[in-house]
C-alpha cells in the first residue's frame, strides 16, 4: 500500500484535487531520484504537443521557453528521497496568472482569494526484486469558491490531459533510470 511522506502531509494537508500516479522502475532508488531531478519533460512528444495547445492562448513572447518551469519553487522536504515543488497562479486562465513566488515561506504562507497554489511531489519506495518504485503526487488548493468553481471545471477537461503528462514524465524518468543503472553511472 502506497503511503504519502509525512512531509507532503504536514506541508500540504489541505487540497481541493489530489492526482497520484506512479511508475515500477528497473533501478535504484538513488538512480530514480537523479533522474527525477533531470528531468526534461519537453523531450517527450506527448508534453509538448499538450504544452503547445495550452499556449495557443499566449502570446508569442510568452511561450518562448518552458513557463512552468521558470514558475514552480523547489520547496524543501527534509528528504533526500522526496522532491517537492511548488507553483501558485490560476491555472483555468489561459495565461495560467502565475504568480512568482520567490521563497518556500511566500508559498507555504500564500493564501489570495481568487488564486489556487498547487504542489508536485516524487518520492520513491523499495518494490519488489529490487526495484524501486517512483510516485508522483499533486495537490492543489483553491482559495475561496470563485477559485474553486473555475478550478473544478477546468480540471474536468485538463484533468485527464495533466494525467497523460504525468505518465510522460514517469516514462522518460524510467528511461534515464534504467540506463543510468545499467551504465552504473
Request: net charge positive; hydrophobic share 45%; proline share 4%.
Amino acid at each position: 500500500a502506497m503511503s504519502v511522506p509525512e512531509c507532503v502531509q504536514r506541508l500540504f494537508p489541505d487540497y481541493n484535487v489530489r492526482s497520484h500516479h506512479s511508475r515500477v522502475i528497473d533501478a535504484s532508488p538513488v538512480a530514480v531520484m537523479r533522474a527525477v531531478r533531470e528531468l526534461d519533460a519537453s523531450q517527450s512528444w506527448v508534453v509538448q504537443a499538450l504544452m503547445s495547445l495550452r499556449r495557443l492562448g499566449w502570446k508569442k513572447s510568452d511561450a518562448a521557453g518552458s513557463p512552468a518551469k521558470k514558475k514552480f519553487l523547489e520547496l524543501p522536504s527534509g528528504s533526500e528521497e522526496v522532491l517537492l515543488a511548488g507553483i501558485v497562479g490560476r491555472f483555468w486562465r489561459l495565461d495560467s496568472g502565475f504568480l512568482p513566488v520567490l521563497s518556500p515561506e511566500e508559498f507555504h504562507g500564500f493564501r489570495r482569494e481568487g488564486h489556487a497554489r498547487a504542489v508536485i511531489a516524487f518520492w520513491t519506495e523499495a518494490g519488489a526484486s529490487g526495484r524501486t518504485v517512483l510516485h508522483t503526487e499533486t495537490r492543489v488548493q483553491c482559495f475561496g469558491a470563485e477559485a474553486a468553481r473555475s478550478f473544478r471545471a477546468y480540471w474536468v477537461i485538463v484533468g485527464p490531459f495533466s494525467g497523460l503528462i504525468r505518465h510522460a514524465m514517469l516514462g522518460l524518468i524510467k528511461k534515464r533510470a534504467e540506463s543510468a543503472d545499467t551504465m552504473n553511472v
